[in-house]
């Protein structure tokens, strides 16, 4: 039954929406990144991230992009995937497994629509540039 099943609770692991500048061109860019607050590397890290909601009162979903990541070093972080300002208005959803001490943990992260935001911004640990953060 599922009740049985023991399912560890994810607690140090971060998503956050970065607002960056591009070096070559000057231009502003967007990135989701990953960190691992634990003070262990997390292994076998896969990322599946889609966009849904309403735009112009239309239903829109997005492609399911999935990344796979072999190491996220202890109290590092790593760039998951660029995403568009246009999918700001879309709640765009991470769905994040990892390996810890040959334990399996995973975590739904949602950015709602319109929460990313300079009201919502916050400075983004170990990376240092201003973003929105999950939890």
Not at 2 to 26: C, F, M, S, W, Y
Not at 41 to 60: F, Q, R
Request: no cysteine; proline share 4%.
């Amino acid at each position: 039954m599922l009740k049985d099943i023991h399912r560890p609770e994810v607690e140090n692991i971060a998503l956050a929406v970065v607002r960056e500048q591009e070096e070559e061109t000057g231009e502003t860019v967007w990135n989701v990144y990953l960190i691992n607050l634990y003070e262990e590397d997390i292994t076998g890290v896969l990322v599946a991230s889609k966009g849904y909601g309403e735009l112009n009162g239309e239903p829109v979903k997005t492609s399911v992009l999935r990344h796979l990541i072999d190491h996220v070093g202890a109290l590092d972080y790593v760039k998951v995937e660029p995403i568009m300002p246009s999918l700001f208005g879309l709640s765009n959803e991470y769905w994040i497994s990892f390996y810890l001490q040959q334990q399996i943990f995973d975590k739904k992260y949602v950015f709602l629509a319109e929460s990313i935001t300079e009201n919502n911004f916050t400075l983004i640990p170990f990376i240092g540039k201003p973003g929105v953060m999950l939890r």
